[in-house]
C-alpha cells in the first residue's frame, strides 16, 4: 500500500513570492492534516480535514496561508506571500476515520525556505 | 505553551543496553499517548501508542509506560539497536479530539 505523498520535497524561494504544497493521503483515509515543523520542534497542526471539510483551522495564519482538499482526497496548502520565518518543514498526514484514536500516518514533508 | 515536553534533547546508549525516553504532559484531558519516530528526511513513522485505560503496552522490543497522575509516560527499547538511532516524538491526543500534540522530540544514538 503506498503511503502518504507529498511534493515537493524541497522548495527554495525568496520572500514575498508564493508557494503551494500538494499531498495525496492514503487511499481510503478521510482524514487529512497539515502540520508545520520548525527546527528542533515537534509538528503543529496547520489544518485538519474530514474529507473535503476543514474541521480545525485554528491555526492557520488565513493573512498568507490557505488550504483545499478537493473531493476529500488530494490537498494543497499554499502561501502566499511567503515570509522569512515560514522555513520550515510541511508535513502532510492522513488517518482512516474521524474521531477515535487512530494513529496518524506522515508523508515525507516539504522542506521549504525562504531566503 | 507546550503541551507535551521532552526534555532530554538527545541521548546515547551502547548496543544491547536498554533506552528510556521520557515524556511529560500538562493537560489533564489527554487520554490517547503515541510514540513516533523519525529518521532525517522522512516523516515520523508511528512507532507505538497507549491509552489512559492502560499503563503498560509491549510491542516487541517497544514498552510504553504511563504515570497519570505524574503525567508522564516513558518509552522503552530493549535491547537497544543501531538502527533504532532516530528522532523520538511524543505525541498526545485528547478525547473525541483526532489532533496531536507533539514533544519537541529526542534524538537517540544507539553506539555499536
Known amino acids: 500500500e503506498a503511503g502518504v505523498v507529498q511534493s515537493p520535497r524541497y522548495k527554495i524561494i525568496e520572500k514575498k513570492q508564493p508557494v503551494a504544497f500538494w499531498c495525496n493521503p492514503i487511499s481510503g483515509h478521510n482524514t487529512l492534516y497539515w502540520y508545520r515543523q520548525n527546527l528542533g520542534q515537534g509538528p503543529e497542526l496547520l489544518i485538519r480535514?474530514?474529507?473535503?471539510?476543514?474541521?480545525?483551522d485554528s491555526q492557520l495564519p488565513k493573512d498568507r496561508f490557505s488550504a483545499e482538499r478537493l473531493k476529500g482526497v488530494d490537498s494543497t496548502l499554499k502561501i502566499q506571500p511567503a515570509e522569512l520565518g515560514d522555513s520550515a518543514v510541511y508535513l502532510c498526514?492522513?488517518?482512516?476515520?474521524?474521531?477515535?484514536?487512530?494513529?496518524?500516518?506522515f508523508g515525507p514533508g516539504t522542506r521549504l525556505t525562504v531566503t | 505553551d507546550q503541551q507535551v515536553k521532552q526534555n532530554s534533547p538527545s541521548l546515547s546508549v551502547q548496543e544491547g543496553r536498554i533506552s528510556i525516553l521520557n515524556c511529560d504532559y500538562t493537560n489533564s484531558m489527554f487520554d490517547y499517548f503515541l510514540w513516533y519516530k523519525k529518521y532525517p528526511a522522512e516523516g515520523p513513522t508511528f512507532l507505538i501508542s497507549i491509552s489512559s485505560i492502560k499503563d503498560k503496552n509491549e510491542d516487541g522490543r517497544f514498552t510504553v509506560f504511563l504515570n497519570k497522575s505524574a503525567k508522564h509516560l516513558s518509552l522503552h527499547i530493549v535491547p537497544s539497536q543501531p538502527g533504532d538511532s532516530a528522532v523520538y516524538f511524543c505525541?498526545?491526543?485528547?478525547?473525541?479530539?483526532?489532533?496531536?500534540?507533539f514533544g519537541t522530540g529526542t534524538r537517540l544514538t544507539v553506539i555499536p
Open positions: 498526514a492522513s488517518s482512516p476515520s474521524p474521531g477515535g484514536f487512530y494513529e496518524q500516518y
Open positions: 505525541a498526545a491526543s485528547g478525547t473525541g479530539a483526532n489532533n496531536l500534540f
Open positions: 480535514y474530514e474529507n473535503e471539510e476543514a474541521v480545525d
